[in-house]
């Protein structure tokens, strides 16, 4: 290849792709319910990418990036590209959502999350018979519509390491790497100067075998004969041993993670080293004191300054948060304001190398584990307390949320609509949905949860110590956002939150009616947090107020309480030495939140989409009475590691993230499954998530498949 180019001094990983008004979310939401055409949906794409091209520029940005956009995710795009698309799904009439979403007939990919963040993606399908072909129009097509706004871009495609590594195919590297070495030569013939490819797999612990992998991928990419020069970025963590493999191949530069992980000791001239100095996972302004350090400590032959990660993960910009306390948005950045920390930086003089300053936190407090009584007791009074039949349906908590429950908490929000007239509205859909399950059948009821926008702001908005944005969305996965809220003091509970309408749904049926709330690992890790102090104190401070919460739960007569815990395996830390530690603090804190529960009130928690098989004995020792966990849409995957959870599980036999409606059969062969290792006496019958991205009609016919499938096995199978 020709002379190396000279690497941008200011760059970024990645952007937000949905819009900073959703602009995305709802194209994609029309175009799934036929209100618009794909053309429409494509052209939407392309206004956000050129938006986001243009900002960037006019930020003083010098390095853009490109082929960072997608319609749902990153890794299925990637599949796309190199025909990883599984047979059965080639002949539907989009392809791609339907491995995305499902179809009537088609089950979707796999779903799970991220790495350690609350980002979803889709696990690659990829098996002996899988051929790889490339499909290069995507990356190509994006550098061509930069270019002809006058921006040169470098694309950004998810290496083949990793790829390979979440799909579990490693053994099929030598086969990918021919359309990857295609890829490099496209874009070579493009003009294009850099290719920046994706490898955070990297940063978890990785085999001698995998090490090899990576060397043996990245000499014969780097060997390439008409290739652009290649940056090999890493994030969410410190490269260690992998480090030395990457430096001693032909890339020409190599993203560390300098917020997450350390400036490493290494000596990389002949090297560009990226630095990620400017954190892309949190809100806090960058000390620009410490990057400067840390940029000046960094040996390579070049350093530029960049995110540590894509921005993906933060909200676009301050500037739509008008609502923010002045003091507060003074420590704050979103993306654009994170760009504009990395332009200010390259632009800085950095100091003579001197040592990193040292982030100093108070020392964590104890953490000690509390009882409640022993299962087998708890069981008997929660038994003769609920009478409950075998095989108990339930749904995880929220329903659908209408059209016409967000307009009326964004009038009163606007204050249009009087607060008692909008708990009147409440209430109603509360009526609705408790007489809905009881037509339904179904044995453990909830409220439905019309009050809440969603499972973390709605506690935010409830507990001292949050502040909540207006637009500060953020992708979970294809159109669904949430809004982080900004948890920046001392956390505590001035009055009860859920009481109301908990007692009200129960006094409406004679069946139990649980009280729903979200767990201290969640509320934390579904939160942009503070960082002056350890997370598990923070931790703590959350379990604290969601004990007080659990108390009056109990004292109002519910005798359920949900307190799920989705993120519990979300926090797990990528190395296993610092996971112990982890697991002991997050079990601790759930502990703490939900032992001051009597005998005879059944503690619930609910965990999906996140490898949870991956933490049972961490799970099992959370000590709830119930455990709802994720399994239809990995096809009851988690059902070979269950045979020795000790309590109630509810392996869920309905993917809520596809729109299609299970059927009985389906319903009842997971549910056989799980009574192959599992009494029948402790399995619960369950959705996988909660129901408030569906519809009412899919959630009425899915719910009745539901409950006939569990009736069916009542009668057949011995409790």
């Avoid at 491995?99 to 990919?109: S, V, Y």
């Avoid at 004679?510 to 709330?517: A, E």
């Amino acid at each position: 290849m020709s002379p190396t180019p000279v690497f941008p001094t200011s760059t970024v990983l990645g952007y937000p792709r949905i819009g900073p008004r959703r602009e995305l979310k709802r194209a994609l939401e029309s175009y799934w319910a036929g209100r618009s055409s794909r053309a429409e949906l494509d052209r939407v794409g392309a206004e956000l990418r050129e938006r986001t091209w243009r900002r960037l520029a006019e930020l003083g940005l010098e390095g853009l990036p490109s082929n960072t956009f997608s319609l749902y995710d990153h890794v299925l795009d990637t599949a796309v590209l190199l025909g990883a698309v599984p047979k059965r799904y080639r002949d539907a009439a989009d392809p791609y959502f339907a491995m995305a979403r499902g179809t009537d007939e088609l089950a979707p990919l796999r779903m799970t999350k991220w790495f350690d963040t609350n980002y979803h993606y889709l696990v690659p399908e990829i098996g002996p018979e899988t051929v790889f072909e490339l499909n290069a129009a995507k990356p190509l097509g994006e550098v061509r519509q930069a270019r002809a706004l006058g921006c040169e871009t470098r694309p950004v495609v998810l290496g083949p390491v990793t790829f390979l590594l979440l799909a579990g195919a490693l053994e099929r590297l030598d086969d990918v790497l021919g359309p990857y070495e295609e890829l490099l030569s496209a874009l070579a013939a493009e003009g294009v100067a850099w290719v920046q490819l994706d490898e955070p797999a990297l940063v978890c612990d990785r085999t001698p075998e995998e090490l090899a992998a990576v060397r043996r991928a990245y000499e014969r990419l780097g060997a390439a004969a008409a290739r652009p020069a290649l940056f090999v970025a890493s994030y969410f963590g410190d490269l260690g041993e992998a480090l030395p493999v990457l430096a001693g191949t032909p890339v020409e530069a190599i993203g560390l993670d300098l917020v997450r992980g350390g400036v490493p000791d290494a000596d990389l001239t002949g090297k560009t080293v990226v630095a990620g100095v400017v954190s892309g996972r949190d809100v806090w302004r960058t000390a620009p004191e410490r990057a400067l350090a840390a940029l000046s400590a960094v040996r390579a032959s070049r350093v530029t300054v960049s995110t540590s990660c894509s921005l993906l993960h933060v909200p676009y910009t301050l500037a739509a948060e008008p609502d923010l306390d002045p003091a507060l948005k003074e420590r704050l950045a979103f993306a654009e304001e994170k760009v504009a920390e990395v332009v200010a930086l390259a632009r800085a003089d950095r100091p003579a190398a001197a040592p990193v300053p040292e982030t100093s936190l108070p020392p964590a407090g104890p953490v000690a584990h509390e009882e409640r009584s022993p299962y087998q007791v708890r069981a008997a009074a929660q038994a003769a307390r609920l009478g409950l039949p075998p095989l108990p349906v339930t749904t995880i908590g929220s329903f659908p949320q209408t059209g016409e429950l967000r307009a009326a908490r964004a009038a009163v929000a606007a204050g249009t609509l009087p607060q008692a007239d909008y708990e009147r509205r409440v209430e109603a859909e509360i009526e609705r949905v408790i007489r809905l399950q009881e037509r339904l059948g179904l044995d453990v009821l909830v409220h439905g949860e019309p009050e809440r926008n969603d499972m973390v702001q709605y506690f935010a908005e409830h507990l001292d110590g949050f502040a909540v944005t207006r637009n500060g969305w953020v992708q979970s996965y294809g159109s669904r956002c949430t809004r982080p809220p900004i948890l920046h003091g001392d956390v505590s509970r001035p009055a009860p939150i859920t009481v109301r309408w908990a007692t009200y749904a129960q006094s409406l049926t004679r069946k139990p009616v649980k009280g729903m709330l979200t767990g201290p690992v969640t509320i934390t890790a579904w939160s942009f947090v503070r960082d002056d102090l350890p997370l598990c104190d923070v931790v703590f401070q959350v379990a604290d107020a969601i004990r007080e919460e659990v108390r009056d739960l109990e004292s109002a007569g519910v005798r359920i309480i949900q307190v799920d815990e989705p993120a519990l395996r979300e926090l797990l830390p990528l190395r296993r030495a610092a996971q112990g530690d982890y697991l002991e603090w997050a079990v601790a804190a759930y502990r703490r939140a939900t032992s001051g529960a009597g005998e005879g009130t059944q503690i619930h928690t609910h965990l999906c989409y996140s490898d949870a098989d991956q933490i049972l004995t961490a799970i099992d020792a959370l000590d709830a009475d119930v455990t709802t966990i994720e399994s239809a849409r990995s096809g009851g995957r988690i059902l070979g590691s269950v045979s020795g959870f000790g309590r109630g599980l509810g392996p869920g036999v309905y993917d809520i993230h596809s729109p299609r409606v299970p059927s009985v059969a389906e319903v009842e062969s997971l549910l056989r499954r799980a009574a192959e290792v599992l009494p029948v006496g402790r399995i619960w019958v369950n959705p996988d998530c909660g129901l408030k991205t569906r519809t009412y009609e899919e959630v009425e016919a899915s719910l009745a498949n539901v409950v006939t499938a569990a009736r069916r096995l009542r009668a057949e199978l011995p409790a």
